[in-house]
């Protein structure tokens, strides 16, 4: 890996010190002859497009941040097995970075992609994530989305049958629950509170993205699901620059489906209870 990712980036790494970044792969700091500091993935076995899939969606949303969106560390190099990008020093939330953070969020879901859904496949953490264009956000959402990880979770028995029906469901009814339609947004995709990084500089930066063209809401519901720090302030700023369509709150359940249906298929547990209960509150709106 070391060779490899040193070719790519054109300069001898001379220390990597292990870091905390999640579970799916190794996160390192690393100092390079040139004096420069830089953050190091590695996967060993990734599959071939894994790391280049992650820098595609960090460059998508990078042309967002010259817009005024939300920031991205710089990538440097890429290759099978591991991703070099620029050392953002991390830092505490406060609530001024928290309606920073809020405004940006907000430019970049105001930069629309032609379609819903992606250029093809993708990944959300390990998992392979259709991400095909798709006409509609119904179509997305139903096909690409809670669809496959709801089959998934049958298939292991990670979903009572009860709360499969109901999210089942939710999908039949996918176009009256979506509220108004909006044009695709530039999302994030993966937007937990793991993935929002606060720099010592001050501005948040986006991390591990699963980028596609969805609806924005799906972004906002996924930063409260997991209680994204300073979370009201975050809203208020996002919704006054870019204001959010009534009735918004009480749709935060349905786009939380997806990935509550997904962590069911991966660890069981309360998750598929947890994904009958969001389907019931859905449908309970539905009016």
């Known amino acids: 890996m070391t060779e490899s990712l040193a070719a790519a980036l054109g ?6 010190q292990p870091v905390g970044g999640g579970d799916i792969c190794r996160a390192s700091r690393a100092t390079l002859a040139d004096g420069r500091t830089i953050f190091i993935k590695t996967r060993p076995g990734a599959p071939a497009d894994f790391f280049r899939t992650e820098a595609d969606g960090l460059r998508q949303l990078a042309a967002a941040t010259a817009r005024g969106g939300a920031p991205v560390p710089e990538v440097l190099a890429v290759t099978d097995d591991a991703l070099a990008l620029e050392w953002i020093e991390p830092g505490r939330p406060t609530p001024a970075a928290a309606e920073e953070f809020g405004r940006a969020l907000a430019a970049t879901h105001q930069c629309t992609p032609a379609h819903f859904g992606g250029a093809g496949e993708g990944y959300l953490g390990s998992l392979r994530l259709p991400n095909h264009p798709a006409d509609t956000w119904v179509e997305l959402y139903r096909d690409q989305r809670v669809g496959p990880a709801l089959r998934e979770a049958v298939h292991r028995d990670a979903i009572s049958p009860r709360d499969a029906l109901d999210v089942a469901q939710v999908l039949e009814h996918l176009e009256k629950l979506q509220g108004t339609e909006e044009p695709p947004a530039l999302l994030h995709g993966d ?70 249906v997904v962590h069911a298929a991966l660890f069981g547990g309360g998750y598929g209870p947890r994904a009958g209960e969001l389907a019931r509150h859905t449908l309970a709106g539905r009016g």
């Not at 300069?11 to 990597?16: E, F, G, K, L, M």
């Open 11 to 16: 300069v001898a790494i001379t220390s990597d």
């Open 191 to 260: 937007l937990w509170a793991g993935n929002v990084h606060w720099s010592a500089a001050g501005p948040v930066h986006l991390i591990d993205p699963a980028v596609h063209g969805g609806h924005r809401e799906t972004d906002l519901a996924m930063l409260a699901l997991f209680g994204a720090p300073h979370l009201d302030r975050v809203l208020a700023a996002y919704d006054d620059a870019f204001p959010l369509v009534d009735g918004w709150p009480g749709r935060v359940a349905l786009h939380q489906l997806h990935p509550v």
